[in-house]
C-alpha cells in the first residue's frame, strides 16, 4: 500500500462489516464522518434521542445503527469498554469526550484493553517526496522509553508495516548525530536496535541507526558525511527517540509538507482511535480503515 | 527600522558596508574552502583561516583561491583550532567565526569557556532560522544544537537569544511558541510544565518585549482552539510564531533540518556575548553555507548598530 486510497480499498475488499463503537458520540461532524465509512458498523454511545435526531438528519433513518442509550460520556466509555472486553465490538473510536478522561478510562492498567505492550502512536503520512506511505513512531506517549520499550515499539511498528504490506521495511533510528555518544541516550539505543536489526533480532527489516534525519533522508547529504546507510533516502519507518521529537517531527512535516496524515494507536488489545486535533477529520475514516485491517489479522 | 522578512533581505544587509573579519575553523574540507572563496568573492567578509597551513593550501589551490593578503594561523588539533579561532572572536580580532571541517563539540567548548571568563552567558545555543514560503517573517527554532535536555534556566537563556535575535531583525515583540507534546492523552512531559511556567513568569512583565502563543504545537498554533475539522485548505500560515522553542537535542536536530524534506531555506548561527558563530552542518554545501556567513554578517552589522 502506497497512499491512504489504498488503504481505503483494501478495507472495503473486507467481506465483513467491522463493529466500531464511537464512545461518546454527540456532535454532527462525528456522525457525518462515519456516513462515509461504508465498511464498518457503528455502535454509538450517548443521549438516545439525540442520536436518533442526528442519524435521521445524516442518513434519513435511524435503522441500521446500533444505539446504546447513555447519560454522559463516562457511561459511554464505561460500556464501550465493556463491550471490547467480551469481544463485542472490533474497534474503540474516542467521540466528543477530552483526552484526560478516555486515556483514563481506556488506557488505565486494570481497563482491559492492554495488550502488555507499551502504547505508542504510530503516525502515518503520506510523503510527498517518495509518493509513498511512511510511519513515525512513536509520537505521542512515550517521554523516554527504555531501551527494552523501544524494541517493543519498534516491534509493534514492524508489524504494522507487515499490515501495509511493507515486505521488508526500511527503518532509520533517528539521533542527533550519526556516532554513539554515550552523553546522548538516544545515540546508544539507536546503535542497539541497529545490531539488533543486523543480527536478524528483529525479523525480516532493514535498520540502520544512530541516523541524522539528514542522513535518513538523502543519500547525498550521507555521502557528504561519509556515512554508508542502507536506509537512506528511502525509510519506511522513522524511529524517534522519545514523543516530544515524534510529535512536532510528524506535525510539521503534515502542516508545512501538506502531507495527509493518520494515526495509529499500538499497545491495545482492539484497535482504539483517537480524536486528535491534528488529523484531518477526512483522514479519520483512513484511521478506522487501519483498525478495521488490524482487527481483521 | 524595516525588519528583515527574508533571507534576500540578509543578503541584501550583508554587503550593505565593508567586509567584517571572520575565523575560518579548519576550513581546509572543499564545501568549507569554496564558501569561504565565496563570501570573499561577494565581499561579506575578509578571512582568516585556522588551521593546518599545510593542507588550507592544498585545498586553496585546488578550488583556485588565492591566498595572498589572507592571514593563515597556524594550529593541527581540532581543539587548538577552535579555541584560537574563538579566542579571536571573543577577543575582538574577528567579528565572526565560522565552523570547517571539525567536530562541533570542540567550538561549543570554546565559546562556553570564553563566555565564563566574560561572565555575560552561562548558556549557548543554536538558533535555526527558516524562510518559509508564504509567511511574512523569518522564524527561529531553538535550541537545535546544544542542550541535550535544557532545564528551566536554560531554556529561559536560550528565549533571551533568540529574542535579541528577532529584536535585532526589526520584530518589537516576537511571538514565542514553547512547543511540547503535551496532550492530554499522555503523561505530562516538562516541557509542558515549563511552557506554563514560562507564560506565568513573563506575563506580569509592564512592557513586555516578547509574548508567548497560547497553544504548544505547531497543530494548536495553525489551527487555534476551533476544535472543528479541520483540511489543508483551510490551514493558514498567518499566525506562525517568531521562535520555536524546543524541548530538546534529539528534537530540535529533526526539526532543524527538515529543509532536506520540506520546500524551507535555513541558515543557523550561535550568538555570543562578541558576536555570530556559524556553525553548519558537514552534510550542507558552500551554497548554502555562504547564507550563513551572510547572516552571521548582517547579525554584525545590526549588532554595530545598536551598539551591542
Not at chain 2, 528583515?4 to 541584501?12: A, E, G, T, Y
Request: net charge neutral; glycine share 6%.
Amino acid at each position: 500500500m502506497r497512499s491512504f486510497a489504498d488503504i481505503l480499498e483494501c478495507a472495503r475488499k473486507l467481506k465483513k462489516k467491522a463493529r466500531v463503537a464511537i464512545a461518546p458520540a454527540y456532535s454532527g461532524p462525528l456522525i457525518e464522518m462515519i456516513a462515509g465509512c461504508d465498511f464498518i458498523t457503528p455502535i454509538l454511545f450517548g443521549d438516545g434521542d439525540m442520536l436518533k435526531e442526528e442519524l435521521i438528519k445524516v442518513f434519513g433513518t435511524p435503522s441500521g445503527y446500533e444505539v446504546y442509550p447513555v447519560s454522559d460520556a463516562a457511561s459511554a466509555i464505561f460500556s464501550a469498554v465493556e463491550l471490547a472486553k467480551y469481544g463485542k465490538i472490533d474497534c474503540l473510536l474516542q467521540g466528543d469526550v477530552s483526552n484526560t478522561q478516555f486515556r483514563d478510562m481506556v488506557f488505565a492498567h486494570g481497563s482491559g484493553l492492554l495488550s502488555g505492550s507499551p502504547l505508542s502512536y504510530i503516525s502515518l503520512l503520506e510523503y510527498n517526496p517518495w509518493q509513498k506511505l511512511v510511519m513515525i513512531t512513536d509520537t505521542l506517549f512515550n517521554h523516554s522509553p527504555s531501551l527494552k520499550h523501544s524494541i517493543k515499539i519498534l516491534e509493534d511498528a514492524i508489524a504494522q508495516a507487515q499490515l501495509l504490506k511493507i515486505k521488508k521495511p526500511r527503518i532509520a533510528v533517528l539521533a542527533p548525530l550519526e556516532y554513539v555518544n554515550l552523553s546522548i541516550p538516544s545515540t546508544v539505543h539507536a546503535a542497539v536496535l541497529s545490531k539488533m536489526g543486523e543480527r536478524k533480532q528483529l525479523g525480516d527489516v532493514i535498520i540502520d541507526g544512530p541516523l541524522d534525519i539528514d542522513c535518513a533522508v538523502s543519500r547525498e547529504a550521507a555521502r557528504r558525511k561519509g556515512v554508508s546507510s542502507k536506509v537512506s533516502g528511502d525509510v519506511d519507518i522513522f524511529f524517534v527517540s522519545d514523543m516530544e521529537s515524534g510529535f512536532s517531527f510528524a506535525q510539521f512535516l503534515s502542516f508545512l509538507g501538506r502531507m495527509p496524515m493518520a494515526g495509529i494507536v499500538m499497545g491495545t488489545r482492539i484497535p482504539v482511535i483517537l480524536n486528535m486535533p491534528f488529523v484531518a477529520y477526512e483522514n479519520k475514516i483512513v484511521e478506522i480503515a487501519l483498525a478495521i485491517l488490524a482487527s481483521h489479522l | 527600522m524595516t525588519a528583515v522578512r527574508n533571507f534576500r533581505d540578509i543578503d541584501v544587509l550583508a554587503v550593505q558596508g565593508p567586509p567584517v573579519k571572520l575565523a575560518a575553523l579548519a576550513a581546509h574540507e572543499r564545501e568549507c574552502m569554496l564558501t569561504i572563496k565565496l563570501a570573499f568573492e561577494r565581499g561579506y567578509v575578509i578571512p582568516c583561516l585556522v588551521g593546518d597551513p599545510e593542507k588550507i593550501k592544498k585545498m586553496a589551490g585546488q578550488i583556485e583561491l588565492d591566498l595572498t593578503g589572507i592571514e593563515v594561523i597556524k594550529e593541527k588539533e581540532s581543539a587548538d583550532i577552535a579555541h584560537r579561532g574563538v579566542e579571536m572572536l571573543f577577543q575582538g580580532e574577528v567579528d565572526i567565526a565560522s565552523k570547517g571541517h571539525i567536530p562541533t563539540a570542540f567550538i561549543y567548548k570554546s565559546i562556553i569557556i570564553q563566555e565564563k571568563r566574560l561572565g555575560r552567558k552561562k548558556n549557548i545555543s543554536v538558533n535555526t532560522l527558516w524562510e518559509i514560503p508564504g509567511v511574512d517573517h523569518l522564524i527561529s527554532l531553538t535550541d537545535t544544537g546544544v542542550s541535550i535536555a535544557p532545564n528551566y534556566a536554560a531554556k529561559k537563556a536560550i528565549i533571551r537569544d533568540a529574542v535579541l535575535l528577532m529584536h535585532l531583525f526589526g520584530y518589537a515583540r516576537p511571538r514565542i511558541t514553547v512547543l511540547s507534546a503535551y496532550t492530554g492523552m499522555n503523561q505530562m512531559p516538562a516541557s509542558f510544565q515549563d511552557a506554563g511556567r514560562l507564560k506565568q513568569e513573563f506575563s506580569g512583565k509592564p512592557k513586555p518585549d516578547f509574548e508567548f502563543t497560547q497553544g504548544n504545537s505547531l497543530a494548536d498554533v495553525l489551527l487555534g482552539n476551533r476544535g472543528d475539522p479541520y483540511n489543508f485548505s483551510r490551514v493558514s500560515y498567518h499566525d506562525m510564531p517568531h521562535i520555536f522553542l524546543i524541548p530538546n537535542l534529539d528534537a530540535g536536530n529533526i526539526l532543524s533540518k527538515l529543509d532536506f524534506i520540506l520546500p524551507v531555506a535555513r541558515r543557523s548561527l550561535v550568538i555570543t556575548s562578541k558576536g555570530p558563530v556559524i556553525i553548519p552542518s558537514r552534510s550542507d554545501m558552500h551554497i548554502s553555507i555562504v547564507g550563513e556567513i551572510a547572516l552571521g554578517v548582517a547579525v554584525v552589522r545590526l549588532m554595530c548598530k545598536r551598539d551591542l
